[in-house]
């Protein structure tokens, strides 16, 4: 049994080591996988996009972890998430919506009296019900045992793009390790809207042309192009297009206009 795990929590305060601690007293023979605990604080869309770049790759079965939870506490519903290969653990605040688009899903709410009836606090909840949760299922425990159906969970994917007539507005899901600028904008979003991009615009840089690969520009050069996972991304070849743009992912945007 495989349980991943993915936070924003950092590696300097031991509250990753708490949470590894609960999912392997609960369930001594899961293989724990650290994708990672350097999700800026509090940033759901960055997890969000994280989540699609990896968990797909592992085995069926699989339970992946997510704790990004800006809502601790809060009247935000702790979820349990199945897909037709995956079980999903984490909170009701967005993390799941790029998911959600790409999968059919059957959302749970995890009820905390069947995980853990004990909770002495509202602050940690990583901790305290979703690591529970999470080791629970890698054990066997089915879903329906912790968990109510709950077809109202409020995924909220549709704030990541705001389309008014042929302009589409896209949030900047993540900058990564190289600068790359990922934006919201999918290539089934198009397909499902039956659209093609008439011209990109983010700050300074117009293109009409959204490329495949960064070499069909030259070296230092922006571009626009279909990233890995078929993303509309702003980079640079071989350089870093966060600074180059001086791009900030809460507040900038990039503009499509769309032709049918």
Known sequence: ??????????TEDGYVGRVKGVLLRKAPQATLVDITHDIPPFDVKRAAYTLINYY????????????VDPGVGSERKPLIVQTERYFFVGPDNGVFT??????AVKIWRILQEKVNPEISNATFHGRDLFGPAAALLATGIAPADIAVPDVAAAFTGDDF????GNI???EILAIDHFGNIVSALHADDLKRWKKSIKLVT???????????YYAQVGKGQPLALWNSLNFLEIAVREGNAARYFDANAYKDRVVIELRD
Request: glycine share 6%; net charge positive.
């Open 98 to 103: 790029l998911l959600q688009k790409r999968e």
């Open 56 to 67: 797909d790759q592992y085995p069926s079965g699989t339970v992946h972890l997510i704790v």
């Open 168 to 170: 589409c507005q896209a």
């Open 161 to 164: 793009l705001k389309v008014d």
């Open 1 to 10: 049994m495989i349980i991943t795990f993915m936070s924003d929590f950092g």
């Open 202 to 212: 983010f700050k300074s840089f117009k293109t009409d042309r959204v490329l495949g």
